[in-house]
């Protein structure tokens, strides 16, 4: 069994940051990827900041410049520094992986999610 555990929520002011981090365990045989979405009330879930074994790095728009992500590979973690924080980040976030496990093979992994909330 797989798992993601996610740590990291809260409550912050406008202006404030946050860091959130994602470790998996369980029988891994190697990540390819990790990275954050989140979910806001009554909207889809969306792509955040995604990062490769490689260190290739993506960002949804909207956090571009505020967000950064970035990972252990040796400790299969990922983390994603939150700074600037608006009330439109308010979402749960969600930590995903694709990786993979033995003896599964490949799987996509997703944490249980952790909320953040920004007051204005």
């Known amino acids: 069994q797989v798992q993601l555990v996610e740590s990291g929520g809260g409550l912050v002011q406008a202006g404030g940051s946050l860091r959130l981090s994602c470790a998996a365990s369980?029988?891994?045989?190697?990540?390819?990827?990790m990275g954050w979405y989140r979910q806001a009330p009554g909207k889809q879930r969306e792509l955040v900041a995604a990062?490769?074994?490689?260190?290739?790095?993506n960002y949804a728009d909207s956090v571009k410049g505020r967000f950064t992500i970035s990972r252990d590979n040796a400790k299969n973690t990922v983390c994603l520094q939150m700074n600037s924080l608006k009330p439109e980040d308010t979402a749960v976030y969600y930590c995903?992986?694709?990786?993979?496990?033995?003896?599964?093979?490949?799987?996509?992994?997703w944490g249980q999610g952790t909320l953040v909330t920004v007051s204005s």
């Open positions: 995903n992986a694709d990786l993979v496990a033995l003896p599964d093979g490949y799987l996509e992994v």
């Open positions: 369980g029988s891994i045989f190697s990540i390819n990827a």
């Open positions: 990062i490769t074994s490689g260190g290739s790095t």
